[in-house]
């Protein structure tokens, strides 16, 4: 809740954030998976997600009339 109300995150998008801090990216899933995973913060993967994302939403708009 903190998170999504403090106004130190104004503005702040596409982080991840564990125990109120920003997660540390890991390359390998530690025993307590803690952190998060590169590809998680990639640009290359979000801008795929939104695409294929949008394009689901497209396709169920279409058929769902």
Not at 1 to 11: F, H, I
Not at 22 to 29: I, K, P
């Amino acid at each position: 809740m903190l998170l999504a109300a403090s106004p130190l995150l104004d503005g702040v998008g596409g982080r991840y954030f564990e125990d109120c801090a920003e997660a540390a990216v890991v390359t390998e899933r530690p025993a307590d998976y803690s952190g998060v995973a590169a590809y998680a913060v990639d640009p290359g993967n979000a801008e795929r997600l939104w695409d294929v994302a949008s394009d689901l939403m497209t396709v169920g708009a279409t058929t769902n009339r």
